[in-house]
C-alpha cells in the first residue's frame, strides 16, 4: 500500500525542514537558521521558497480522502 498526502496550494512532491545550527569548538551556539526546502514532481529543489513560507501562514484544514487497501 502507498500512502499520498496532497498539500493544498502547492504543486510538489514534498517538503523537508531543517533547523540548522552552527556551534564553536566549546559547543555553544553560534548562530542557528530555518531552512525549508520544496521537492517538484519533476525532482527539482527550491530552498526557502516564497510559496512555503505563504502556505505556513495560512490556516491548515484537514483534507478527505479515500482509504486505499
Do not use: H
Amino acid at each position: 500500500m502507498r500512502g499520498e498526502a496532497k498539500i493544498k496550494g502547492l504543486n510538489s512532491e514534498a517538503i523537508i525542514s531543517a533547523m540548522l545550527r552552527w556551534q564553536n569548538d566549546q559547543g555553544t551556539r553560534m548562530r542557528q537558521e530555518f531552512a525549508t526546502l520544496l521537492v517538484s514532481k519533476d525532482g527539482k529543489v527550491k530552498v526557502n521558497p516564497k510559496e512555503v513560507t505563504e502556505w505556513l501562514i495560512d490556516e491548515a484544514i484537514d483534507g478527505n480522502y479515500a482509504r486505499v487497501c
